[in-house]
Nanobody, 116 residues
Framework: QVQLVESGGGLVQAGGSLSVSCVAS?????????MGWYRQAPGKQRDLVAT???????NYTDSVKGRFAISRDTSKNMVYLQMNSLKPEDTAVYYC?????????WGKGTLVTVSS
């Protein structure tokens, strides 16, 4: 059973930086999986933030391009999201995501709050 556990997050002022991390366990195939981050703001649907493939190809939603950076450490089964120049509209629960063999797996989420 694949498990994803997020860490990081918290409260930061607008313009500040924050990072979140996620460790995957329960499968030896993490290194070939696509991993990423989604977020869900209050009252809104869960939306893509960024993904990274096993080959290191990255994809970002337009609103975070140039501000956020996704990376992964295959040896540690971890994925990271560095968030810079944060805005109040980035406030959301951030969920770690893993796709393996057409199956989606999710962490429980970590809250990021950006104050104005």
């Amino acid at each position: 059973q694949v498990q994803l556990v997020e860490s990081g997050g918290g409260l930061v002022q607008a313009g500040g930086s924050l990072s979140v991390s996620c460790v995957a366990s329960g499968t030896i195939f993490v290194r070939v999986a696509t991993m990423g981050w989604y977020r869900q703001a209050p009252g809104k649907q869960r939306d893509l933030v960024a993904t990274i493939t096993s080959g290191g190809y990255t994809n970002y939603t337009d609103s975070v391009k140039g501000r956020f950076a996704i990376s992964r450490d295959t040896s540690k089964n971890m994925v990271y999201l560095q968030m810079n120049s944060l805005k109040p509209e980035d406030t959301a629960v951030y969920y770690c995501y893993l796709n393996l063999r057409r199956m989606d797996y999710w962490g429980k989420g970590t809250l990021v709050t950006v104050s104005s």
